[in-house]
């Protein structure tokens, strides 16, 4: 069971990079080009949005594959 969790744990930061990527370059930028009132948005998933998906998923699988989360009794 824990070598699934720490094979999930690479798939969790592959997901988070791959959501702040798909945040920014397929919502974000179109934003940005657009410009006007479509700029709130793009500053939002920018600025806020891709960091915190980003970390918060690549620091779960991190913890994931540094076995943070074994049920091993310390």
């Known amino acids: 069971m824990n070598a699934l969790k ?3 744990g690479i798939v969790w930061i592959g997901l988070g990079l791959f959501a702040g990527y798909y945040l920014i370059i397929s919502q974000a930028l179109p ?3 657009t410009g006007g ?3 709130v948005p793009a500053i939002i ?3 806020i949005l891709a960091p915190l ?3 918060g998923m ?3 699988g ?3 594959v540094t076995g943070e989360f074994n049920n091993e009794i310390k």
């Open 37 to 39: 009132n479509d700029l």
């Open 45 to 47: 998933y920018t600025f």
């Open 62 to 64: 991190y913890y994931a």
């Open 58 to 60: 690549s620091i779960f």
């Open 53 to 55: 998906i980003t970390l």
């Open 6 to 8: 720490k094979i999930l």
């Open 31 to 33: 934003l940005w080009k």
